[in-house]
């Protein structure tokens, strides 16, 4: 688990060296501060995370194994996602497993970083997101789902554009994207999505309705089971087992609630506190898109249990990475010095702890990690 606690840590030690100042004026505050675009710094960490995805060992990722077995086998049927399926027929053709691994992640990891860089104003801030927020290791074991994750979050400007043809070609991206995970079809709903700030006291009625219907398993069950009507390719997929994916089979608890409830806080704050600034030149829409997502992804959290919806989450979730990087951009230029560094000591806390939490229980069984031997 050591390797996975220096990854922040590293981050942090390199923020803290370089103060996160590229444009700073401490005594006025009228300019915009703590810009860090460095392109050089974003492929370094870039290089450094595909390494240790591409060479980590089989083991490492619950689903991992599978996909090495595939391999193995020469078995991967991937008549609705011909994406993976090319990229199988590579690593079958140079009998290289890292083939395999080496594309999917050059792919995840390129609109990933491909995304950072055209939207975020500091990007050493905006890679600790991406790896505190559990993203990056996500992909150790939702290897496809994730490269359409990334292509998504990476064309994002498409949607919350207000040109006709932008909105086209996001469809266009969607596709894409499908053909690499069939659940891509999901951001159907982002084209729906105000890039208006939902209102807070609809917000905290949603988060309070949500934790309550956290505790109520035959909600979930019901959503189950309407789920299992419109799955298509999950639906034949588990057909043997339709309880494990379509109904409640891994309760939470309130250790996993917990964390949610500390993330409701955070973003009903970031709704009255800080205010948006006009001379800071950052993608409000993109700001606020990015909130209402999270809002959504948080609610979500009221079915958490069924395997289909803990799924479909990892399209809302990676929007934390845009959210918390304008988010902590705001708070770095805002004028009320003691209230923006409580929310940011809380803020970083919260997702250091968290991530610990994760790691501790080993969420996507990535822990230990190990280098790949081949067999």
Not at 259 to 282: A, C, D, E, G, R
Request: net charge positive.
């Amino acid at each position: 688990m050591l390797i996975y606690l220096l990854l922040p840590l590293t981050i942090l030690y390199f923020l803290f060296l370089s103060r996160m100042v590229i444009e700073k004026n401490n005594i006025t505050f009228k300019s915009e501060v703590f810009i860090a675009r460095n392109n050089m710094t974003l492929f370094l960490w870039s290089v450094l995370l595909l390494l240790l995805a591409v060479f980590k060992g089989v083991e490492v990722g619950t689903d991992y194994p599978m996909y090495y077995d595939f391999f193995v086998k020469k078995s991967y049927v991937g008549i609705v996602e011909p994406g993976v399926s090319f990229i199988y027929s590579l690593a079958i053709k140079y009998n290289s497993f890292l083939v395999f691994s080496l594309c999917v992640y050059i792919l995840f990891i390129f609109f990933m970083f491909r995304g950072i860089q055209k939207n975020c104003p500091n990007y050493l801030i905006s890679v600790l997101v991406f790896i505190l927020t559990y993203t990056y290791l996500t992909s150790y074991n939702q290897l496809r789902q994730m490269i359409a994750v990334s292509i998504l979050f990476c064309c994002v400007n498409y949607v919350v554009s207000n040109k006709y043809g932008d909105k086209l070609k996001y469809l266009v991206v969607i596709l894409l994207a499908y053909l690499f995970h069939t659940s891509a079809l999901v951001a159907l709903i982002f084209l729906f999505i105000p890039t208006k700030k939902f209102n807070a006291k609809v917000v905290i009625t949603l988060f309070l309705a949500t934790i309550v219907m956290y505790f109520v398993p035959s909600l979930k069950n019901y959503i189950g089971k309407f789920i299992v009507g419109i799955s298509g390719f999950y639906e034949q997929k588990y057909t043997g087992n339709l309880n494990y994916f379509f109904e409640v089979n891994k309760e939470k608890g309130l250790l996993q609630l917990i964390p949610v409830i500390l993330q409701m806080i955070i973003l009903v704050i970031s709704l009255y506190f800080p205010h948006n600034k006009t001379n800071l030149k950052m993608n409000y829409k993109l700001y606020n898109f990015s909130t209402n997502i999270v809002v959504i992804n948080l609610c979500l959290y009221s079915l958490s249990g069924i395997e289909a919806i803990d799924r479909l989450q990892i399209y809302f979730s990676c929007f934390n990475i845009y959210f918390y990087s304008f988010l902590i951009h705001l708070l770095l230029n805002n004028e009320e010095r003691f209230y923006r560094r409580l929310f940011l000591i809380f803020i970083i806390i919260f997702w250091i702890a968290y991530y610990f939490l994760r790691l501790t229980i080993n969420i996507s069984g990535i822990v230990p990690y190990s280098f790949f031997i081949s067999k």
